[in-house]
């Protein structure tokens, strides 16, 4: 079994920074997928950013140029950069990790952290 501990999140005001931090621990496979969803109220959950075991990232629209995902593969842990943050990035961010074993995925999820961007 997977589990994963997000750790940042917060207030900050617009224009600020925060880093998002998930660490993994358990049986996670070589190929995998790491990333970053976040849920506004009333809103769907979507994607921020994924990052492959390879290193292959991507990003949402809305988080180009603003928000840099990167991962320490010794530790199991993938991180989120939130830079010149906006109050429409005012959400929960979900920590995620997709572990292929070779014939099928298994998917997880951390436990969601809070980030307001308000002043």
């Known amino acids: 079994q997977v589990q994963l501990v997000q750790s940042g999140g917060g207030l900050v005001q617009p224009g600020g920074s925060l880093r998002l931090s998930c660490a993994a621990s358990?049986?996670?496979?070589?190929?995998?997928?790491m990333g970053w969803y976040r849920q506004a109220p009333g809103k769907q959950r979507e994607l921020v950013a994924g990052?492959?075991?390879?290193?292959?990232?991507t990003y949402a629209d809305s988080a180009k140029g603003r928000f840099t995902i990167s991962r320490d593969n010794a530790k199991n842990t993938v991180y989120l950069q939130l830079n010149s943050l906006k109050p429409e990035d005012t959400a929960v961010y979900y920590c995620?990790?997709?572990?292929?074993?070779?014939?099928?995925?298994?998917?997880?999820w951390g436990q969601g952290t809070q980030v307001t961007v308000s002043s």
């Open positions: 358990g049986s996670i496979f070589s190929i995998n997928v």
């Open positions: 990052i492959t075991s390879g290193g292959t990232t």
């Open positions: 995620n990790v997709g572990s292929y074993d070779g014939s099928s995925w298994s998917n997880y």
